[in-house]
Every structure is written in C-alpha cells, then in structure tokens.
C-alpha cells in the first residue's frame, strides 16, 4: 500500500539534501527499498525472531508506516493537499523508508519459512502455498488500497 504508491510522490523537503532533486525518487524510493528488502529477506538466514506464534505482532505494527508516509512530503501532481505535512526531514524518510524495506523482506521470508514447519509433515507443501497466496493477496490488497492515498490527502485535514 506505501511502496511505490506513495514513497514514489515523496517530494524532496532540502534542496541541499545529498541526492539532489534529480534522482531523490530513483534512489531514496526505488533503490532504497529494493536494496533493503533484498537484505532483509537474507537476514532470517542467521536469526529467527519472533517465534511463528508472534509473528503477527509486528507485522501488524507495520501498518503506522502508513500514517508516517502520508505525513511526509508526499505530493499530489494535479491536486491540493489538505492533509498537512507534518515529517518534512529527508533524513527521517530515508531512515524509516530503509526499516521498511528491511522488514518488508525480513518478516515476508521468516513467514514463508514458519508456514511449512509449522504444521504436520504430510501438510507442509499445503502450508507453504497457503503461504504464497496470502502474501500475493497481501501485496494484491495493498496495490488496490493504493488508490484510496490521493482522496485521503485531498479530502482529510486536522
């Protein structure tokens, strides 16, 4: 629902910010994530933590990314923001966009790796799909609800 949807219309907040206007986007939005969530998913190689019965706590805890993004300087091409900009430090986007990426990819590998030991072996390979299909429909539902971003910034303000 964040990635790309809204880190992608993150402006740049200090020109003098050491990416510069030029490649802010490319490199603080697609490089960033991609890069950490490449090395969070080799992180559940040398740590598994939390345990598969408390998995679902942070990753649930992963929804105030939402709130901290909009609050950014995430700009509508063709509208007006309501909403205001509360989180205008590039610093504090790069920081938390490189936790989300590491977490994106750490939590969906330490998942897909749960699901097949957490059942009888004759029902693994079932678990491990059931597994995929949650995370494809994970990803699927945050892509639609990408589309309600743009109103919520034009429509809500404090």
């Not at 880190?7 to 910010?17: E, G, K, R, T, V």
């Not at 693994?124 to 597994?131: E, L, S």
Request: aromatic share 18%; glycine share 6%.
């Amino acid at each position: 629902a964040i990635f790309p949807a809204i880190q992608a219309n993150i402006q740049i907040s200090d020109l003098n910010f050491f990416v510069g206007t030029t490649h802010y986007i490319n490199v603080l939005c697609f490089l960033t994530f991609n890069v950490s969530a490449m090395v969070g998913s080799f992180l559940p190689r040398y740590f598994t933590y939390p345990k598969p019965r408390f998995l679902w706590i942070p990753v649930t805890l992963r929804l105030l990314y939402i709130p901290f993004f909009l609050l950014c300087n995430y700009q509508l091409s063709d509208r007006e923001r309501i909403l205001p900009v509360l989180i205008s430090s590039d610093w504090a986007y790069w920081i938390v966009g490189i936790t989300m990426g590491l977490t994106s990819g750490y939590f969906s590998s330490l998942g897909m790796m749960y699901a097949p030991r957490t059942v009888e072996p004759q029902y693994a390979a079932t678990a491990g799909m059931f597994g995929a299909a949650a995370l494809i429909t994970g990803i699927f539902s945050g892509v639609l609800l990408s589309f309600v971003w743009p109103w919520l910034i034009q429509h809500v303000g404090f």
